[in-house]
């Protein structure tokens, strides 16, 4: 992709907010936009502080923090998006309503553009059959907090291009990122190993085993993981985790990925982690 192009961001979510800094900051120009215009409000205040912060660390310059600020843009609508070359969705993790999106986005955006999806779990050859051009859509599956995280997982789907995949990847470096890349199957890489642990943690608790203080302990001190496997369920979003278990579980049908019952029980309560100030933990 050549210097300064467009990159449209649908989902102004954790996620989506911390992709459009990321590519801010790198000097593209990036469109972001949410159906919930509440969400684009709280993105631009967290993306001005977050960037804000790089700069009293040291982390950035004045300058390079003004331009940031510049290149990022609010749609107000997905019309907004006929222009952009790579249009990075990070909506809610469901098949149906990525469809939907994808089925829109292949109507507004330009020939050449390439549609990506952030998805954590879901098959990218069916996002890509909704579209009239499979060979340009893809996988870019960014890790949380996208800002920091240094990995993109990138994932082909049965009809992806290999020069699809090679712009991508090389947008990915531009990021700063390393890059893996994954065949199409349930979970792709990270999450099909990340997610049952994940689920084991909660059964874990669920059959009381030890309190949540004790595993999440046991995981940090035991295996030196940067948080506990329910701070970090807490961190990603119960919604997200069971979304991932259930495609995880009727994508590869083994009761191994069987979601525990308290996880479901906890998204039936609302209680999504931190987003909503309470998950497995209280956060008020
Ligand atoms: N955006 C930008 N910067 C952020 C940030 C955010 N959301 N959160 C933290 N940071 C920055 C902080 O400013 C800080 O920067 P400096 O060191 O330069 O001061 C740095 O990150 C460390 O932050 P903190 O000191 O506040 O906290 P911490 O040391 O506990 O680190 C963390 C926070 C980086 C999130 C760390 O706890 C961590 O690595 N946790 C595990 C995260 C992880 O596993 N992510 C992958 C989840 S799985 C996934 O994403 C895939 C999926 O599909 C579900
Ligand atoms: P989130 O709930 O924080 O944000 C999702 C956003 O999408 C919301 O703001 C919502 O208003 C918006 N949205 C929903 N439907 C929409 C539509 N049709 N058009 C436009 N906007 C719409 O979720 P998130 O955690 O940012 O996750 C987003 C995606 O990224 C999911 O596919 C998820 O699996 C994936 N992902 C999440 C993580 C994580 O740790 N949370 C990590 C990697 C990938």
Redesign the pocket.
């Given at each position: 992709m050549a210097e300064r192009q467009l990159i449209g961001v649908v989902g102004g979510g954790?996620?989506g907010s911390?992709i459009a800094?990321l590519a801010a900051v790198a000097g593209f120009h990036v469109l972001l936009y949410d159906s919930n215009a509440d969400v684009l409000v709280r993105a631009n205040s967290?993306i001005s502080s977050?960037i804000r912060?790089?700069v009293s660390?040291g982390?950035l310059s004045q300058s390079a923090s003004d331009d940031a600020m510049k290149n990022l843009k609010f749609a107000q609508n997905l019309e907004d998006f006929r222009d952009a070359d790579v249009i990075i969705e990070a909506i809610v993790?469901s098949e149906v309503v990525k469809k939907t999106l994808f089925l829109e986005l292949d109507k507004i955006a330009k020939v050449s553009a390439i549609l990506a999806s952030?998805?954590?779990?879901i098959s990218i050859t069916r996002l890509a059959s909704t579209t009239s051009r499979p060979s340009q859509v893809i996988g870019m599956?960014?890790?949380?907090?996208?800002?920091?995280?240094k990995l993109i997982?990138i994932i082909r789907g049965a009809d992806t291009s290999d020069a699809v995949y090679a712009t991508v990847k090389s947008l990915a470096e531009r990021l700063g990122k390393t890059v893996i890349c994954s065949q199409d199957y349930p979970g792709f890489i990270?999450?099909r190993i990340?997610?049952p642990m994940i689920n084991e943690a909660f059964y874990t608790l669920y059959t009381g085993v030890a309190t949540k203080e004790d595993i999440d302990t046991g995981m940090k001190l035991g295996t030196n993981?940067?948080?506990g496997p329910l701070e970090?369920a807490d961190?990603?979003?119960l919604d997200?985790?069971l979304s991932?278990m259930n495609v995880l579980h009727e994508g590869l049908g083994d009761s191994k990925y069987s979601p525990c019952p308290l996880l479901v029980q906890y998204v039936d309560a609302g209680r999504l982690g931190r987003k909503k100030g309470i998950g497995v933990y209280s956060y008020q």
């Open positions: 954790q996620m911390g800094q967290s977050s912060r790089l660390k982390q993790e952030n998805t954590s779990s599956h960014f890790m949380n907090p996208p800002p920091i995280m997982e990270v999450n990340l997610m993981h940067p948080m970090l961190f990603i979003g997200v985790c991932i």
